[in-house]
Nanobody, 122 residues
Framework: QVQLVESGGGLVQAGGSLNLSCAASGIIFTINVMEWYRQAPGKQRELVASVISGGGPNYADSVKGRFTISRDNAKNTVYLQMNSLKPEDTAVYYC????????????????WGQGTQVTVSS
């Protein structure tokens, strides 16, 4: 019922920048949570950044000061601006959203994007 479409991944040298985007479409009343996760080979998926309706952004310590999460509510889109990239940032980045489909819905539904590869060379 909801699809998350990610874009913006690619190959970049250390110190460079990338901007990821994730656009949600489908049956949406509100999107209450939008987050970015990442998963490197052989490692667990970790939360990178989060923005919640009515609250401010939150970041993992490893990316704080370098990454910025933002939302465009009119477009149901979340962005992740990544600056000063390091080789250890290399991972598949996933978009996550919790969606309220209708005004009368008693709870939200969770959705994941397909992931976009970010590779940072030294």
């Amino acid at each position: 019922q909801v699809q998350l479409v990610e874009s913006g991944g690619g190959l970049v040298q250390a110190g460079g920048s990338l901007n990821l985007s994730c656009a949600a479409s489908g049956i949406i009343f509100t999107i209450n949570v939008m987050e970015w996760y990442r998963q490197a080979p052989g490692k667990q998926r970790e939360l990178v950044a989060s923005v919640i309706s009515g609250g401010g952004p939150n970041y993992a310590d490893s990316v704080k000061g370098r990454f910025t999460i933002s939302r465009d509510n009119a477009k149901n889109t979340v962005y992740l601006q990544m600056n000063s990239l390091k080789p250890e940032d290399t991972a598949v980045y996933y978009c996550y959203a919790r969606v309220r489909p209708r005004a009368g819905s008693p709870y939200d539904y969770a959705y994941w994007g397909q992931g976009t590869q970010v590779t940072v060379s030294s």
